[in-house]
């Protein structure tokens, strides 16, 4: 996997980049599900300072840019995005990935929904803390790339959050989260390549 997605988390030391996946849903098809409206018109493509110009706070709260990565459909938002808030009806007969940076109200969050429900949920930082049905879901993998150390480890794991730093730590989770998905997204592509955009939200995110 050539990109991988690691570079999100330089990324996000630039801009607030929020980037949904799906696994099972084509690019439009998660579009038009994130959306909160009918019908979503696919726009022509347009780069990500195009996109965020696009967003008026009025009119247009959220335009999004959409692609396809090997199984993955994903799309890159700009401005008021669910981000982890998104409802997880969005994964009915799917798989969803969600990397929310939240530039305004930091930690980052990933969360990972499956078939209406969210499975896993946690902070891209120092520590980890994960909720949903299957919490443990990546830890065996966490802990094998010395991300964490063992759960039972508490002395360990102070020791840990000590040495790493948040950025690092943010890298080598979404190296762990990119192997254990097959997810690899084109860097240079979504950074200053053209994407069709839509608009995926015509009013301020439910979580505001």
């Known amino acids: 996997m ?17 980037i949904t996946c799906a696994r099972g849903l084509s690019p439009q ?14 726009r022509s493509a347009a780069t990500l300072q195009e996109a965020d110009g696009l967003v008026d706070m009025a009119q247009v709260y959220c ?25 997880p009806a969005v994964s009915r007969g799917a798989e969803v990935l ?3 940076p939240r530039p305004d ?8 929904h499956a078939n209406g429900e969210v499975q896993l949920h946690f902070e ?7 909720a949903g049905s299957q919490p443990d879901l990546l830890r065996p993998a966490l802990e094998a790339a010395g991300v964490i150390p063992p759960q039972e480890s508490i002395d360990d794991m102070l020791g840990a959050d000590e040495e790493l730093s948040a950025h690092t730590q943010r890298r080598q ?36």
């Open 2 to 18: 050539p990109d991988s997605i690691e570079w999100i988390a330089d990324a996000w030391n630039a801009s607030g980049l929020y």
């Open 29 to 42: 098809h998660l579009a038009e599900r994130m959306a909160d409206h009918e019908p979503v018109e696919v």
């Open 63 to 87: 335009v999004g840019l959409i692609g396809q990565a090997g199984d993955w459909s994903f799309i890159v938002e700009s401005g008021g995005s669910e981000g982890w808030a998104l409802d």
């Open 98 to 100: 969600i990397f929310d």
């Open 105 to 112: 109200d930091p930690p980052a969050f990933f969360s990972y």
């Open 124 to 130: 891209l930082g120092a520590g980890y803390d994960p």
């Open 173 to 208: 989770v979404l190296a762990v989260i990119g192997e254990h998905f097959g997810l690899s997204l084109p860097q240079q592509t979504i950074e200053s390549g053209r994407l069709p955009a839509v608009v995926t939200r015509t009013s301020p995110p439910s979580s505001w």
